[in-house]
């Protein structure tokens, strides 16, 4: 392997304009480090790509060499997908920039951009693009496996507002995808994740939210189910400008949280009313009546605020772990058994998420993209957080165990976003009855599936069975 980069290396230089960083060189430390540090690695080498010359020239020197290639945009993957030990990494945070049409409501953003890259120039006018709910994620991961976040119920998924993709495939040319140019890529690059080759640029719509009504409040105790059970039946017939979800976790010690919820078990409900606030704040009220009145909190604020309010909840280099699932409706056992599992919950940082999707989202067909699941409304991630190595065990066997009790209350489907590196074998339910169609545009685009680390959708052999 030391000698294929360095080869990789020697090919590269005379003609790439951005960085190469291999282990001895200033800044690779830096370089290397990716959001979830329980998987940690250490590539032979990392191409900082500025523009798409470099992508194709990376991709192309990768391909021709075998050398195991990982493609790298904020560097969020949760199952660490944007590394590798050894090999090469396609670094793109060198290519973030953003350029808005006011007029025509669309916004072009490089293959590496941060959420909050993309926020930050569309605010300036006013626009917004639906994305998720942590700024230092990256758009690339996040836009081509999905996108959830506040604004889906109203305007979407990520994905489903995409207009054009610019696109390096495994033989290094670049493809323009869009509705009407190759109009297979454009169906399974919105949903499909990495497999198909690496964005350099992404064509969007964007719509204008300047603000919202953020309210908050913590339910414990008996409350815990009652709220579940409450949200459970209200969200299904709520409007869409009422985005509504749960993290059941133990409330933080700190000052602005009442004492006595301080680091109890909770299911800490966020509201987000994006609208007439007179109608919103009836809304929010209702949401958070089975929340303790000392924790609830409304407040009106700018789009900017809302999208960076967790940032420090996820901090980088931290150890995580997840599983997720989607629920087409939510029994009353089920709840129980989330409410009862954060008794043994052994880190204060874990969290079980419950968001409710539907809306805009829901409204496009199965069909129309390669995402997962549009049907199952509710939508759950176990999120493991911990600090130390010698936390793993018990922090994963925790995830684990609560997952198997409540599988078999889930339908079947996974949102790839929130999908750990152990769940190869989920890879076809996520997508399911869209898994041949994506084969075989694999197959078409990547037939010796050099994109493969990503939950991975295998081409198949000329014989028809699945390279793996
Ligand atoms: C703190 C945190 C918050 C999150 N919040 C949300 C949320 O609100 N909503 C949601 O839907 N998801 C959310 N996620 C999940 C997120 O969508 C995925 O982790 C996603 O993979 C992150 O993308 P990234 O570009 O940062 O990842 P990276 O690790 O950089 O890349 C992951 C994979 O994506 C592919 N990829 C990335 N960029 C490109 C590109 N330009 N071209 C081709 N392939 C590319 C590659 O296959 C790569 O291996 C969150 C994750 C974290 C860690």
């Not at 996108?147 to 323009?176: K, M, P, Q, Y």
Request: charged share 20%; hydrophobic share 40%; glycine share 10%.
């Amino acid at each position: 392997m030391i000698a294929a980069i360095q080869e990789v290396f020697s090919i590269l230089k005379p003609h790439f304009t951005g960085d190469l960083l291999r282990p001895a060189d200033h800044g690779y430390g830096e370089a290397r480090a990716i959001w979830n540090g329980m998987l940690a690695r250490t590539p032979g080498l990392i191409a900082r790509c500025r523009n798409a010359a470099d992508v194709q020239a990376a991709v192309r020197v990768g391909k021709t060499t075998e050398t195991l290639t990982a493609v790298r945009c904020g560097g969020h993957s949760l199952a660490g997908f944007g590394t590798c030990d050894g090999g090469l990494v396609i670094d793109l945070s060198g290519m973030r920039e953003v350029v808005v049409d006011v007029e025509r409501r669309r916004a072009r953003f490089g293959g590496g951009c941060l959420l909050g890259s993309v926020d930050s120039a569309t605010q300036r006018v006013g626009l917004a693009f639906p994305s998720g709910v942590v700024s230092h994620t990256g758009a690339g991961g996040l836009v081509l496996g999905g996108g959830t976040g506040w604004l889906n119920r109203l305007h979407g998924l990520s994905c489903d507002n995409v207009e054009g993709f610019t696109l390096v495939i495994a033989d290094g040319s670049v493809l323009r995808v869009s509705a009407a140019e190759n109009p297979d890529l454009f169906w399974a690059l919105r949903g499909g994740g990495g497999n198909f080759g690496v964005v350099t640029e992404f064509e969007v719509r964007l719509h204008p939210v300047t603000f919202v009504l953020l309210g908050k409040g913590m339910a414990f105790g008996e409350d815990i189910p009652r709220a579940l059970q409450d949200w459970r039946d209200f969200m299904p017939d709520a409007p869409d400008h009422l985005r509504w979800g749960f993290s059941l976790r133990f409330a933080p010690d700190t000052e602005s949280t009442p004492p006595r919820l301080r680091s109890r078990p909770v299911a800490s409900a966020s509201a987000v009313w994006i609208g007439d606030l007179d109608e919103g704040r009836r809304y929010i009220d209702r949401a958070l009546a089975r929340c303790e009145p000392s924790s609830v909190s409304k407040e009106v604020l700018s789009f900017l605020s809302l999208q960076t309010m967790a940032d420090s909840d996820f901090p980088h280099g931290r150890r995580y772990y997840s599983k997720s699932g989607y629920f087409k409706s939510l029994d009353d056992h089920s709840i129980e058994a989330m409410a009862s599992a954060l008794s043994a919950n052994p880190s204060a940082t874990n969290e079980i998420e419950l968001a409710y999707l539907g809306g805009a989202a829901a409204r496009v067909s199965a069909e129309e993209t390669a995402f997962g699941d549009r049907s199952s409304p509710f939508l759950m991630n176990l999120l493991g957080n911990w600090s130390n190595a010698d936390g793993d065990a018990a922090n994963i066997a925790w995830i684990r165990g609560v997952f198997a009790k409540l599988r078999p209350a889930t339908t079947p489907g996974v949102y790839v976003n929130f999908m750990s590196a152990d769940e190869e074998e989920r890879v076809p339910e996520a997508y399911r009855t869209r898994w041949e169609r994506l084969v075989a545009i694999k197959s078409k685009y990547d037939p010796g599936n050099f994109f493969r680390l990503n939950q991975n959708i295998p081409p198949q052999k000329a014989t028809g069975s699945l390279l793996l």
